[in-house]
């Protein structure tokens, strides 16, 4: 086709909206400001920051990083060898690979705070354990990155 497409969410935490932070509507297509589409190569990774403001005039930090990957190739097709549109019979028709194409990815952080830093680090760790295949789990990398603990004060350390 044309290598336009339309933004999927593969995955998100949280799973369900929470009462004051719910789930930005329409966030895929903030993703990729000019379209979806299919890159004859790879390009390098990508990451902004905008912030979008909600009904109530919140502000909301979107962090977000792009990479490319490649897509699966369709079916491959055969040619006709004579000017027909028909096969011949003689040769097995040999197929017609088409060119390997790649497709953006886009993993997004939203946040209430303006922390650019620590989102582009935050999305590089987690680009990073996805690209290179780690046995970790992403749901406890993404607990462990969003979780802190504060100690009491005169508590210990």
Do not use: M
Not at 33 to 55: K, Y
Request: include cysteine; charge should be negative; charged fraction near 20%.
């Amino acid at each position: 086709g044309s290598g336009d497409g339309q933004g999927q969410i593969l995955q998100r935490f949280p799973e369900k909206d929470w009462e004051d932070n719910p789930f930005p509507q329409g966030i895929e297509l903030f993703c990729q400001p000019s379209g979806w589409q299919l890159f004859p190569e790879r390009n390098p990774p990508t990451f902004f920051v905008a912030v979008l403001t909600d009904i109530n005039s919140e502000r909301h930090y979107c962090a977000c990083f792009t990479f490319w990957e490649a897509v699966e190739s369709p079916q491959p097709q055969s040619h006709p060898r004579n000017g027909e549109g028909e096969e011949e019979e003689e040769q097995p028709s040999s197929p017609i690979q088409p060119a390997q194409l790649f497709a953006p990815k886009s993993l997004v952080l939203v946040s209430r705070l303006d922390h650019a830093e620590v989102f582009r680090n935050s999305l590089g760790l987690i680009y990073t354990i996805y690209v290179d295949g780690l046995s970790v789990s992403l749901e406890n990398v993404i607990g462990n990155l969003l979780t802190c603990t504060i100690p009491i004060t005169g508590g210990a350390q």
